[in-house]
């Protein structure tokens, strides 16, 4: 979480107290005041929200567009009452038969609107009595488009604006809506002026501005030169009142400001850590921004924070902010939405207005805390603190990062400095499991027993059960993963026959003659052909990290870790050898039916989909050589409904497709698995945390990087993503069996960071040729004697 600028809390003074006793000294009084968060509930068959603002009594307006394709103005009266709607009638005409918006706003009796229809086309339409509307020209806009969302009216994109009480409208940014693939601009959002003229907002075109006519008549910016936030379909780094527009620039760190009557600069706001998941807005009492660390206030020169976001679920990196404005008196409202980057509502959007509305009777600072430690940024962690903060507002959830990722930190480095907390037993409540010695500490009495829980935990809910003995030992249960991975094989039933193991399927590569690796085309009968290789690799460093240096070394590396690690911890010499050669003699293997320029350009084929500012997930493009011909078969991990969802979209449809477990092992990857250190403070806390983290608010949640443990979670996922496909692409995919699969799962494979580290860095030196495998496995085993004596 980003250091704070400048935090100005409301303190009270402390005097002193005088007493019946001389030398009675008074104690401080506690500084009281805090912001209590509160969900709004918005129209039950609400789709989108396009623009939203606070009236003249303070009531908060929003307009939005319904499942069915209504557009409609709702009002959430500042005292709480009933919330009343009507409709926009000449924007829903609009978007019957198909039609999307992308953007809509409305100021003082003029509202502009921007549809697409059926066909993605986009075109720019304005209402002045709120009635009627006509098209205005835009030549310079994009002459042909292709649909996003062929489901009724899409959702808003481009940056938003403030309310001022002249009536100045805005809109949120929850991404989606529709995108062209012809020729010309692609605009994503607008903003109506108080004088009738416009602005609009485009990731191709930069910010514009009209006239009321639809006549352009200044540029401000484009995406090449600010790298701004408004450029992501996610931000909202744009804001205008009154005659001020404020844009921010994630490259310099600011935020510009400009004149609209003349388009002169007039100033720049610094601010740390802009990105384009910040919001950016503007209103009567100047600048305000919001992301996931809170909302801020520019005051006299500084930042203040307002709203402290790791004290409410602002902290969850699944959500990203898409409108916060100061409504009457002191509330604040934020609208946010947990859909993948870019797709909004569309991908699994979870849109929810929240209300934050300050109580001056709370302490300023949660009287309780419960401390987590991470050796790496954990996003379901993440996720899970935000929704813990806001069942608990009386407990602050401090999560501690090991290694951040720009820092210098190495492993040793966090895990020494670790033990030295928790020998002083003044260590977490609460350790995240991935990457630490797991045995060695359940053997030092470091971990507490939480059987009982687990017991719990499996009554109550529909977890896979086969899943949670990943981290028992002697019976015991000292920790419980909240998400998993698993290796897998995918491809013809008559090619997966040939990999029963990392032997057989070196030997089947290494026998491979192909004498075409690459063919442009899938043959037409493709499983009964030899024309395609047996096998095709994953490209250099799709996974990133050591497998960028170390090519297909480190890519089978947790599959096949438990074969030179032993039951206590320590590494098998002659296995870990063995391991060595083996990669050595399949790199050698790929070499030949892949020439190096090749293997070059297959790097590049990769897609990447990203949750919010939660970790993003590269997907896997094996199954596409599959479909297309150039392999009859492909092992890849399995680490998302992203992968999933790819791996379906090619091969679901195609005869004798089969997924299998990698090598038929049953192999699977703990993931985000959590324990309670046993010396902790706050034992009833750390075990309802860990309820949270298995809670379907949790579970549910469509982050990458892993699937949920939770069974009912996860079909639920998989029916999304199916049916996002079959309404957006056209597609109709099934899961290849994976939820079966999952259901056989029964070999965790635990993973000492710092172990797979000492492999990943012989691998250069493997590769070069430097080293033998004898020589890197001895090197290893005496690097982690040292290690694991500490």
Same mark, same amino acid.
């Given at each position: 979480m980003r250091t704070i600028r400048t935090i100005c809390a409301l303190v009270l003074a402390a005097g002193l107290v005088l007493g019946l006793f001389a030398g009675c000294g008074g104690e401080k009084a506690a500084a009281m005041g805090r912001y209590v968060e509160e969900t709004v509930a918005l129209p039950e068959n609400l789709q989108s929200v396009l623009s939203a603002g606070v009236n003249g009594d303070g009531d908060l307006v929003c307009c939005g567009v319904t499942r069915e394709g209504e557009a409609l103005r709702f009002i959430l009266p500042l005292d709480g009452g009933e919330t009343g709607s009507e409709p926009i009638a000449w924007l829903g005409d609009l978007l019957q038969g198909g039609g999307t918006v992308s953007g809509f706003s409305e100021n003082g009796g003029t509202a502009y609107a921007i549809v697409s229809d059926s066909e993605g086309k986009p075109a720019l339409y304005v209402s002045r009595d709120g009635v009627t509307c006509e098209a205005l020209p835009t030549p310079d806009w994009a002459q042909g488009g292709m649909r996003l969302n062929p489901g009724g009216g899409g959702n808003g994109g481009g940056p938003q604006t403030q309310t001022n009480p002249g009536g100045q409208g805005g809109q949120p940014?929850?991404?989606?809506?529709?995108?062209?693939?012809?020729?010309?601009?692609?605009?994503?959002?607008?903003?109506?002026?108080?004088?009738?003229? %416009?602005?609009?907002?485009?990731?191709?075109?930069?910010?514009?501005?009209y006239d009321a006519s639809g006549r352009e008549v200044r540029k401000y910016m484009d995406a090449a030169s600010a790298g701004m936030g408004?450029?992501?379909?996610?931000?909202?780094?744009?804001?205008?009142?009154?005659n001020t527009l404020a844009l921010a620039s994630a490259?310099?760190? *600011?935020?510009?400001? #400009?004149?609209?009557?003349?388009?002169?600069?007039?100033?720049?706001?610094?601010?740390?850590?802009?990105? $384009?998941?910040? /919001?950016?807005?503007?209103?009567?009492?100047?600048?305000?921004? =919001?992301?996931?660390?809170?909302? /801020?206030?520019? *005051?006299?020169?500084?930042?203040?924070?307002?709203?402290?976001?790791?004290?409410?679920?602002?902290?969850?990196?699944?959500?990203?902010?898409?409108?916060?404005?100061? +409504?009457?008196?002191? !509330? #604040?409202?934020? %609208?946010?939405?947990?859909?993948?980057?870019?797709? +909004?509502?569309?991908?699994?959007?979870?849109?929810?207005?929240?209300?934050?509305? /300050?109580?001056?009777n709370l302490p300023s600072q949660p009287s309780q805390t419960l401390e987590i430690f991470s050796l790496y940024d954990n996003t379901t962690v993440r996720l899970a603190v935000g929704e813990f903060q806001r069942a608990n507002p009386d407990v602050r959830v401090n999560l501690q990062v090991g290694i951040e990722a720009d820092g210098s930190a190495t492993v040793d480095d966090v895990v020494r400095a670790l033990n030295t907390q928790l020998i002083a037993g003044k260590g977490p409540d609460l350790l995240v499991l991935d990457g630490l010695p797991l045995r060695s500490y359940i053997e030092k009495g470091v971990l507490e027993d939480i059987s009982a829980l687990a017991d719990k935990l499996a009554a109550a809910g529909d977890l896979f059960m086969n899943l949670m003995s990943a981290y028992t030992l002697d019976g015991k249960v000292y920790g419980l993963p909240t998400r998993f991975a698993l290796p897998v094989m995918v491809g013809g039933k008559d090619a997966l026959a040939d990999f029963g193991?990392?032997?057989?399927?070196?030997? $089947?590569?290494?026998?491979?003659?192909?004498?075409?690796?690459?063919?442009?085309?899938?043959?037409?009968?493709l499983y009964g052909s030899r024309n395609a290789p047996m096998? =095709?690799?994953?490209?250099?460093?799709?996974?990133?990290?050591? =497998?960028?240096?170390?090519?297909?070394?480190?890519?089978? /590396? *947790? =599959?096949?870790?438990?074969?030179?690690?032993?039951?206590?911890?320590?590494?098998?010499? *002659?296995?870990?050898? $063995?391991?060595?050669?083996?990669?050595?003699?399949?790199? !050698? $293997? %790929?070499?030949?039916?892949?020439?190096?320029?090749?293997?070059?350009?297959?790097?590049g084929m990769q897609a990447f989909v990203s949750m919010g500012r939660g970790r993003g997930e590269a997907l896997d493009m094996g199954s596409q050589d599959i479909a297309q011909g150039r392999a009859l078969a492909h092992i890849q991990q399995l680490s998302g409904v992203g992968s999933l969802s790819m791996l379906a979209r090619n091969l679901s449809g195609l005869e004798n497709m089969e997924l299998r477990s990698l090598f038929g092992q049953n192999q699977y990857y703990p993931r985000d698995g959590i324990g309670i250190v046993a010396g902790g403070g706050q034992r009833d806390l750390a075990e309802a945390f860990l309820e949270t983290l298995l809670s379907a608010e949790v579970q549910g949640s469509l982050l990458s990087g892993a699937f949920p443990v939770n069974r009912a979670s996860l079909r639920t996922t998989l029916n999304d993503i199916q049916e996002i496909t079959r309404t957006v692409m056209g597609e109709t995919i099934g899961d290849m069996g994976f939820v079966e699969l999952c259901e056989t799962l029964a070999v965790p494979v635990l993973i000492d960071q710092r172990v797979k580290e000492a492999v990943a860095a012989q691998c250069q030196a493997l590769l070069e040729g430097t080293v033998t495998p004898e020589e890197a496995a001895a090197k290893v085993v005496a690097e982690m004697r040292l290690y694991l004596a500490e």
């Open positions: 940014n929850p991404g989606g809506g529709t995108f062209s693939l012809g020729g010309g601009l692609r605009p994503g959002g607008v903003t109506a002026l108080e004088d009738g003229c %416009l602005i609009t907002y485009s990731m191709d075109g930069g910010v514009r501005q408004i450029m992501n379909a996610q931000g909202g780094g744009a804001a205008v009142y009154g490259q310099k760190g *600011e935020i510009l400001l #400009y004149d609209l009557t003349d388009g002169g600069k007039t100033g720049t706001v610094p601010f740390e850590n802009l990105d $384009a998941f910040t /919001y950016v807005g503007l209103d009567a009492d100047g600048l305000l921004v =919001a992301d996931n660390s809170g909302v /801020y206030r520019r *005051e006299k020169n500084a930042w203040r924070l307002a709203v402290d976001g790791g004290l409410t679920s602002l902290v969850s990196p699944s959500l990203s902010v898409q409108l916060a404005l100061q +409504g009457g008196g002191t !509330d #604040y409202y934020v %609208l946010v939405n947990g859909g993948i980057s870019g797709m +909004g509502n569309i991908m699994g959007g979870d849109t929810r207005l929240l209300r934050f509305r /300050y109580d001056e193991s990392l032997s057989s399927l070196i030997e $089947a590569v290494k026998a491979d003659s192909a004498p075409e690796p690459f063919l442009l085309r899938r043959p037409d009968n096998f =095709a690799p994953d490209p250099k460093g799709i996974d990133g990290g050591a =497998a960028a240096n170390g090519g297909v070394l480190m890519n089978y /590396y *947790e =599959a096949c870790a438990h074969s030179f690690t032993s039951a206590d911890g320590s590494l098998d010499e *002659e296995a870990l050898t $063995a391991y060595f050669a083996g990669m050595l003699a399949l790199t !050698d $293997a %790929l070499k030949t039916l892949y020439p190096e320029t090749d293997m070059d350009s297959r790097g």
